[in-house]
């Protein structure tokens, strides 16, 4: 189990969530949030996307760290992969599009902007945080945890910041 303060992130190339865990004070997070391309961007090449959403998260996070005393510096962020195979069709179909081309350039991104700020980046396979659960049952689980939790945060929690949650759970040990 980790005992110091994280940031947890889970990119997508529709949006990033992020949580920050302070295992000192709880096993819930601190907060959490997730990121989307300006509005205005929308028609631009997925490049363009990308980096204006690294820019958003990376103010974000360090505005909490530089708030923070808990020093925080390490980042574990969710390693991209190809479910493949007969039961995984949408992972054939995003292979296809090149989903999991700019997926990967994504993850690529986040990684430099926070290996830039001196952040310790740590991976995690999808495999080992959430298993082979499809992605709303996950979901379901990890609301259930904060319920279990007592969580009385009640900011709407959305897809990829489930999973950033979801991520820090399996860190401490909660899942």
């Known amino acids: 189990m980790i005992n110091i303060p994280f940031i947890t992130i889970d990119p997508g190339i529709t949006g990033t969530g992020w949580a920050y865990f ?16 300006a509005v205005s961007l929308a028609k631009e090449d997925h ?12 103010h ?3 505005t909490i760290t530089k708030a ?3 020093g925080i510096n390490t980042v574990y962020i969710e390693k991209p992969s190809y479910m493949g195979g007969a039961k995984h069709y949408t992972g054939q179909v995003a292979a ?9 350039f994504h993850y690529g991104r986040i990684w430099q902007a926070f290996s830039e700020r001196n952040f310790k980046i740590i991976p995690i396979p999808v ?12 979901h379901i689980r990890i609301k259930q ?5 007592h969580s009385r945060q009640t900011k709407l929690i959305e897809d990829h910041s489930l999973d950033a949650v979801g991520i820090g759970f399996y860190l401490l040990g909660v899942v």
């Open 68 to 70: 923070s005393s808990d």
């Open 60 to 62: 974000e996070i360090t």
């Open 47 to 58: 490049t363009v996307r990308s980096t204006n959403v690294v820019q958003q998260l990376i």
């Open 127 to 138: 495999s080992k945080w959430k298993g082979q659960l499809p992605k709303d049952i996950s």
């Open 145 to 149: 945890i904060m319920k279990r939790l």
């Open 22 to 37: 302070n295992p000192k004070y709880q096993q819930l997070p601190i907060t959490y949030n997730n990121v989307y391309p």
């Open 96 to 104: 296809q599009s090149g989903s999991l081309v700019k997926l990967v």
